[in-house]
């Protein structure tokens, strides 16, 4: 969440969703543990979406 923040920030934030897309298999750990801004939730909803049916995600709470 940190880095999509961070990259929303600097306009590098479509290299990242490129960069996420194109990873083989993203694991994403500790999920849920705290409650997510709305960024943050339309962040990760545009990264799984990317992902759908084309590469592996692992969510891990």
């Not at 490129?18 to 993203?26: F, I």
């Not at 992902?51 to 995600?57: E, I």
């Amino acid at each position: 969440m940190s880095e999509l923040k961070i990259a929303r920030a600097d306009g590098s934030y479509v290299k990242l969703l490129n960069k996420l897309a194109k990873t083989s298999v993203l694991a994403i750990d500790d999920w849920g543990i705290n409650a997510l801004s709305e960024p943050e939730r339309r962040g990760i909803l545009e990264v799984v979406e990317d992902r759908y049916k084309m590469r592996s995600t692992i969510v891990v709470s």
